[in-house]
């Protein structure tokens, strides 16, 4: 699996407050057009519910607490963002299910593409069938 947990750099300090940050290119793997967030999730709402075919993601969760699960149609890892400094990359290929953990919880993505109704795959068996035939074979 080529998703991962990243660690922004953190600068500040308790008494003043943190700042981080990232950068196009450098920090994450992609050149980032597109940032959205997600927001006033109700507790125990799934969101999320497909995959991509060619898109790639960072997730990282300002405030509150996040639970993203990622399937690759064999096998389902669950990855915690808690903290303003955590990322979460996502290869292409992963169906995702998130939920908030916490009231006020947002989630934002950095994408490195426009937003393509096209590159959506929302139905599950749909998705396994792009695992079966390898569609994703050679990043993942
Ligand atoms: P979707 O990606 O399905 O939401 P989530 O994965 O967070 O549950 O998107 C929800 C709706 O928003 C859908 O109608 C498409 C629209 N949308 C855009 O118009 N632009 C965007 O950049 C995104 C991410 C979604």
Same mark, same amino acid.
């Given at each position: 699996m080529?998703? $991962?947990?990243?660690? +922004?750099?953190?600068i500040g300090m308790k008494e003043l407050g943190y700042l981080? +940050? +990232? @950068?196009?290119? $450098? &920090?994450?793997? %992609? @050149?980032? $057009?597109?940032?959205?967030?997600?927001? #006033?999730?109700?507790l125990g709402v799934k969101r999320g519910m497909h995959a991509h075919k060619e898109l790639q993601q960072l997730m990282w969760c300002p405030y509150g607490e996040i639970e993203v699960i990622l399937d690759d149609g064999k096998t389902i890892e669950t990855f915690t963002l808690d903290s303003p400094d955590k990322g /979460? /990359?996502?290869? =292409?290929g992963y169906? =995702? &299910? %998130?939920?908030?953990?916490?009231?006020? #919880?947002? /989630?934002c993505v950095a994408a490195s593409d426009y937003y393509i109704e096209e590159d959506y795959i929302r139905d599950y068996d749909e998705f396994l069938k792009y695992? @079966?035939?390898?569609?994703?074979?050679d990043e993942n």
């Open positions: 080529n998703n $991962k947990l990243i660690y +922004f750099k953190k981080s +940050f +990232f @950068e196009s290119s $450098k &920090d994450i793997p %992609f @050149e980032i $057009k597109r940032i959205y967030y997600t927001y #006033s999730i109700p /979460l /990359l996502i290869v =292409r169906w =995702r &299910d %998130f939920y908030a953990k916490k009231e006020g #919880s947002v /989630l695992v @079966e035939k390898g569609y994703w074979n």
